[in-house]
């Protein structure tokens, strides 16, 4: 069983920055796929990045945010980071933190196992 809290949601005018952080529990985090998603009002969840387990940290993103954010983790910690820079208002949405015990890297939401609570990004402009 693996607990998901994020933090680090707030408002920020375009072209910004915020860092989002994932406190894990259980003592597999480290071989745990982990990504984050974000939904907006009305639309469906979407995939923003992920990144692999601790012997292959290898990271994915989507393409509306690639070069803008970086997922990082720190399996001593049991924590994963979004850094989010140049952000826009299109970025506004809740972020969820979600971790998925498969090491093959998956970008829709119903293949991951566990989720936060989300935390809320707002973007002006």
């Known amino acids: 069983q693996v607990q998901l809290v994020e933090s680090g949601g707030g408002l920020v005018q375009a072209g910004g920055s915020l860092r989002l952080s994932c406190a894990a529990s259980g003592r597999t985090f480290s071989t745990y796929v982990m990504g984050w998603f974000r939904q907006a009002p009305g639309k469906e969840r979407e995939f923003v990045a992920a990144i692999r387990t601790w012997t292959d940290t290898s990271t994915y993103y989507a393409n509306s945010v690639k070069g803008r954010f970086t997922i990082s983790r720190d399996n001593a910690k049991n924590t994963v980071y979004l850094q989010m820079n140049s952000l826009l208002p299109e970025d506004t949405a809740v972020y969820y933190c979600?971790?998925?015990?498969?090491?093959?890297?998956?970008?829709?939401?119903?293949?991951?196992?566990?989720w936060g609570q989300g935390t809320q990004v707002t973007v002006s402009s």
């Open positions: 979600a971790a998925r015990s498969n090491v093959i890297v998956k970008t829709t939401a119903n293949e991951y196992n566990y």
